[in-house]
């Protein structure tokens, strides 16, 4: 397999995943500081899936950590592979789950004028949150693309 810049056990790939881990922990922290966000389902979906990918960057982001001090080779084809579908999973749920938030927030903000009506809304949280939350799955979707050149290399 090549060495491509984000792949695995490497800099670059421990960089991307704490980006991802760091983005996807800002919107959860974001989110969680707005009152009444749990009354609405896709902010709740936006925490639970912004929460998994947190899990699975800090997860990866160790192994990097681990590769790089013992100088090992996570270019493994099986490893990849699970590599692969874990960034596809979480990138498509992460890609879900921000569209849904910023569908509800776009609904409050502008169609239904809530925000304006109602000021303890913390509109502006929420649209901080999604907009973490969309960084992060950019970055999700660039390993997820590293990673599926690195398997389609092998």
């Known amino acids: 397999m090549k060495m491509v810049v984000g792949s695995p056990g490497t800099v670059g790939g421990l960089l991307l995943r704490m980006g991802q881990c760091l983005f996807s922990s800002a919107s959860i922290a974001v989110m969680v500081s707005a009152s009444g966000f ?3 389902t896709a902010f709740c979906y936006l925490i639970a899936s912004m929460g998994l990918q947190a899990l699975w ?4 982001g160790c192994l990097d950590i681990y590769a790089l001090r013992m100088k090992r080779d996570l270019h493994n084809p099986v490893l ?4 692969v579908v874990g960034d596809w999973v979480t990138a498509t749920l992460s890609l879900a789950a921000a569209c849904s938030s910023a569908g509800v927030t776009v609904l409050f903000v502008n ?3 809530f925000c304006r009506l109602y000021p303890q809304l913390p509109c502006n949280k929420y649209e901080i949150s999604i907009a973490f939350s969309f960084i992060n799955w950019l970055l999700i979707a660039l390993s997820s693309l590293i990673m599926f050149c690195l398997l389609a290399s092998a």
């Open 111 to 113: 169609d239904l004028q």
């Open 80 to 83: 990849v592979s699970l590599f």
């Open 38 to 40: 749990s009354s609405y």
């Open 57 to 60: 960057s800090l997860g990866l």
